[in-house]
């Protein structure tokens, strides 16, 4: 079993719509989460944290994490064909010797058409 | 200016051939990473460092070594290159926020082909 799986992709969905992207990890102890997204050829941009249960809203994206599931999601409302891009979800090491280390997932492609 | 940059961005080299990847970071950040990124991948650790005199493995080391020359310089040598090691290789920083927690900011890339 990966330590961050992601849904696999390829998510298609139309101009203003919601993109919801989903992300599920292992160690029950990891403490912070992050959304980066990647366009093609260049580097990871972050687009969210989130550290505590709930709900995280930033204009148009809302991060949602359930530490009880292990489950982290990215909501991306009004979506827009600039969304288009490979979304990756990456998670905290809960501490000792790996605290502050990245676990990535494979990433997510997000297509938003017109 | 860039805050993380990295040379050289793109490399074409032959097998056996020994490349050495650099990274610098202006952000002022402890924390330094190198990740390499396959398609379908995701990105996975090479090295680490946490301060100057801290080296650690990541998760995919073998047939690497790096070096951490000072606070905002670290760089990555792949002492005899070899094809499966094509691939596009990220350095990243990061530093502790005063909330304890660990953004990771990434350079451009460097876009590695191995002959």
């Known amino acids: 079993q990966k330590e961050v799986e992601q849904n696999s992709g390829p998510l298609s969905v139309p101009e203003g719509a919601i993109a919801s992207l989903n992300c599920t990890y292992s160690d029950r102890g990891s403490q912070s989460f992050f959304w980066y997204r990647q366009y093609s050829g260049k580097s990871p941009e972050l687009i969210m944290s989130i550290y505590s249960n709930g709900d995280k809203e930033d204009g148009r994206f809302t991060a949602q994490l359930n530490k009880a599931s292990q489950y982290v999601s990215l909501l991306i409302r009004d979506s827009q064909p600039s969304d288009s891009a490979t979304y990756l979800c990456?998670?905290?090491?809960?501490?000792?010797?790996?605290?502050?280390?990245?676990?990535f997932g494979q990433g997510t492609i997000l297509t938003v058409h017109p | 200016d860039a805050d993380v940059t990295q040379t050289p961005r793109n490399r074409i080299t032959k097998t056996g051939k020994r490349i050495m990847l650099e990274c610098s970071q202006t952000k002022g950040h402890d924390r330094m990473y190198w990740y390499r990124q396959d398609p379908g991948l995701g990105l996975r650790l090479i090295y680490y460092s946490f301060d100057v005199k801290d080296i650690n493995k990541g998760e995919i080391s073998d047939g690497y070594s790096v070096s951490r020359q000072a606070q905002a310089k670290f760089s990555l040598s792949l002492e005899s290159a070899i094809p499966n090691q094509t691939a596009l290789y990220f350095c990243a920083t990061s530093d502790l926020s005063a909330s304890g927690y660990n953004t990771q900011y990434f350079g451009p890339g460097t876009r590695l082909t191995v002959l």
């Open positions: 990456a998670v905290t090491a809960a501490g000792g010797t790996s605290y502050g280390k990245l676990t």
